[in-house]
C-alpha cells in the first residue's frame, strides 16, 4: 500500500508532517495538473511529502489536538441538528 492508498480499516486518517505549520497535521488530496493525487496539510495546503504520510485511529488523532464526534453529536442542541434536520442555517 502506498501512502496515498487508503488505510484498510474505515476510521484511520491521513497524518504527515506540515514544516510551515509547524506540526503533524490531517491530509486532503489534491490532483496536479496530469490527474496524480498529491496530499497537502488541511490548515495551510503545503504539499506534503509522500514518504512521510502515516495512517492513525482516532486515539493518535486525539494526540494530534483533533476531535471526533460522534455520528448525533455536535450541532446547536436542538433535536435533529447534525443530522440533517436542523432549522438553524
Known sequence: MDALTPAPEVRHFPVARCVPCGRDVLTHVVLDAAGREDRCCVHCDA????????????????DLGYAMEGENEGGCGREGCGQGRCGNR
Request: zero cysteines; a negative charge.
Open 47 to 62: 504539499a506534503l511529502d509522500p514518504e512521510e504520510i502515516r495512517w492513525v485511529g482516532v486515539p493518535a488523532l486525539n
